[in-house]
Nanobody, 116 residues
């Protein structure tokens, strides 16, 4: 059974940090590029960060570049999103996504709220 389980969300003050985790099971993690998406109320889901299957390549949305870092631990079947210098506009539900040429899997999301 395919599972992607996000954790680490919650309330944080502006300027603070959060580390999201996504633990996966049920498919060959090392064969998938991994993505973090987010969706704010009333907005479309947007791609935040990508990491290749080996971890050798990453990319980021312009809005988070320099503040967020995606990483993965293939031994633990887990992908991370380190979020620093958080802003109120980063408030959203954050989703973990696994994708290759044939399959596309999603987690249920974790809420991150940036507010004082």
């Amino acid at each position: 059974q395919v599972q992607l389980v996000e954790s680490g969300g919650g309330l944080v003050q502006p300027g603070g940090s959060k580390r999201l985790s996504c633990a996966v099971s049920g498919f060959p993690f090392t064969r998938y590029g991994m993505n973090w998406y987010r969706q704010a109320p009333g907005k479309e889901r947007e791609l935040v960060a990508y990491i290749s299957s080996t971890g050798g390549s990453t990319s980021y949305a312009d809005s988070v570049k320099g503040r967020f870092t995606i990483s993965r631990d293939n031994a633990k079947n887990t992908v991370y999103l380190q979020m620093n210098s958080l802003k109120p506009e980063d408030t959203a539900v954050y989703y973990c996504n696994a994708r290759n040429l044939y399959y596309d899997y999603w987690g249920r999301g974790t809420q991150v709220t940036v507010s004082s």
